[in-house]
């Protein structure tokens, strides 16, 4: 008798393929389906010949040729077409069959797939999956969350092909119920968004405050790689300032500057919001993205808007240059510390709001490998929520907290003389921001809180009076004494 496949994946893009063979590779037999039918046949006689790949022409097919419980990874784009998926999927399974969505699905269309598939018994699973088509062949982050009775069919084959940290632990653990899983990694692109924004502020620091050349800043990169800083995105950052083009010139700077996406920052940025929560560099990194699309506004306004001129004081820096590439090291390890305290407080948030069990050293050490946020620095995430799973803040961890202190100096700085020479940096400037108002026992929230109930009788706490007692006060002689409780403005 044929031997069944162990699991199958629908979806034979560049990710789908990679997927297949991570999992091929490791032992497993899998089915694999695609809408297009061509792509079955040309991926079974390319890169999966002579591989334990079983190709499906039919959706029937391609079930039928699966072990009970039956797991099917949906690879496809987010979007309606998983549900389409789902519905053509689901006359041809059977109750404990499993489904994963390995897409970038919208957490909240993973809290309704998971609840609708729980009532005909099937269990779902929404999985982040992070590292793009290298991770996805050679080991991914993977974070999976969802119907919990599905974890023990899926454990095995899904920590298998993920990545490995340095001491071989698997970047792949489970976050929890509903839409964790894709909420996790949702907040992961947020947080990828400010990296990439805040490495593209130094190099504006570098290239126009200080005239540095790019094999200059290939070096000071290549040096931050040896640092705290080390990652990923400073790898390659590295390596994208060598890069020549055709004429032997740098690649970087004919690349035109306006940015694109794909909208995860986006609604990490809108999570915030709806829970109240200051992401406040995850959005100014999403607005710079916005901003830079703007290019022929910018251009025009380029002749038209003025900016500092050049003179002892403004618009040129007059410091050390060698100290000054330093300051900018530091304020970009300050800043990426609040990045991700604000994207580990949204995920807290979130758990709390939809009561998901999320273990953060655990999410930390998931992002270690594989991952495009990969760097030394979770593992400093994963070591402080270990000793401490209820942390209020990952400021107050004892190693951020002296960090962001001896960063300090640097960061205002850094900041100052960017506002000086007239370059943006505004990932950097929020996220001391940010600092300074944490850090602030008082903020000017009371002259607001007199100016809603001035306009609009919204009532005031008094630091005179316990918590949760609210006034109002005529403050004309002309309006009334009733308050407002359901309005705001």
């Known amino acids: 008798m044929e031997k069944k496949a162990d699991i199958g994946l629908i979806g034979l893009a560049v990710m789908g393929q990679n997927l297949v063979l991570n999992i091929a590779d490791h032992g497993y037999t899998v089915a694999v389906y695609n809408r297009t039918i061509e792509k079955v046949d040309t991926f079974i006689k390319g890169p999966a010949a002579g591989k334990a790949i079983i190709g499906a022409h039919t959706i029937e097919e391609f079930v039928s040729s699966l072990e009970r419980p039956r797991r099917v990874i949906l ?28 897409g970038n699905s919208h957490f909240p269309d993973t809290i309704r797939r998971d609840a609708a598939l729980a009532e005909k018994g099937i269990l779902f699973i929404g999985t982040g999956v992070s ?18 009775a599905a974890w023990p069919h899926v454990k095995e084959i899904l920590q298998s092909i993920s990545a490995k940290t340095p001491d071989g632990t698997p970047c792949c653990d489970w976050v929890g119920d509903g839409g964790s899983g894709h909420y996790v990694k949702m907040v992961h692109n947020g947080i990828e968004y400010g990296d990439m924004q805040m490495i593209s502020e130094a190099y504006q620091l570098m290239k126009d405050g200080l005239g540095m050349s790019n094999a200059e800043m290939h070096e000071v990169f290549a040096q931050w790689d040896t640092t705290e800083l080390d990652s990923f995105l400073i790898e390659i950052t590295t ?25 995860t920052g986006k609604w990490t940025a809108i999570s915030a919001l709806d829970l109240g929560m ?69 995920m807290k948030a979130a758990a709390a709001e939809h009561g998901w069990g999320i273990d953060y050293g655990a999410v930390a050490n998931m992002w270690r490998g594989g991952c ?22 990952l400021v ?18 850094v900041v100052a003389n960017a506002a000086l020479m007239g370059i943006p940096v505004p990932a950097l400037s929020t996220a001391l921001s940010f600092y300074d108002g944490y850090r ?32 109002h006060t005529n403050w004309t002689g002309t309006g009334g004494d009733v308050s407002s409780s359901t309005y705001n403005a």
């Open 75 to 102: 690879l496809v784009k987010a979007g309606p077409v998983v549900d389409t998926f789902i519905e053509q999927l689901l006359p041809h399974l059977e109750a404990g069959d499993i489904v994963i969505d390995g």
């Open 131 to 148: 590292g793009g088509e290298e991770g996805a062949r050679l080991g991914p982050a993977i974070m999976p969350g969802g119907n919990s």
């Open 239 to 263: 390596n994208i300032m060598k890069f020549a083009d055709d004429d032997g010139e740098p690649l970087v700077e004919k690349i035109l500057d306006a940015a694109g996406q794909k909208g």
């Open 278 to 346: 200051p992401v406040t560099l995850i959005g100014e990194a999403v607005f710079a993205r916005a901003l830079s699309a703007l290019k022929n506004e910018r251009e025009t306004a380029s002749g038209q808007l003025q900016g500092p001129e050049p003179d002892a004081v403004y618009g040129a820096f007059n410091g050390d240059r060698k100290e000054f590439v330093e300051d900018i090291r530091r304020a970009l390890l300050a800043s990426k510390i609040i990045s991700y305290a604000q994207g580990f407080m949204l």
């Open 372 to 393: 495009i946020i990969r760097s030394v620095f979770l593992g400093d995430i994963k070591n402080a929520y270990d000793a401490n799973p209820d942390l209020d803040n």
């Open 396 to 413: 107050l961890a004892d190693y951020f907290k002296s960090t962001l202190h001896a960063c300090q100096r640097s960061w205002r700085t």
């Open 440 to 471: 602030s026992a008082r903020l000017p929230a009371n002259l607001l809180q007199a100016q809603r109930d001035y306009f609009g009788a919204h009532t005031y706490e008094r630091t005179d009076r316990p918590r949760g007692e609210y006034f």
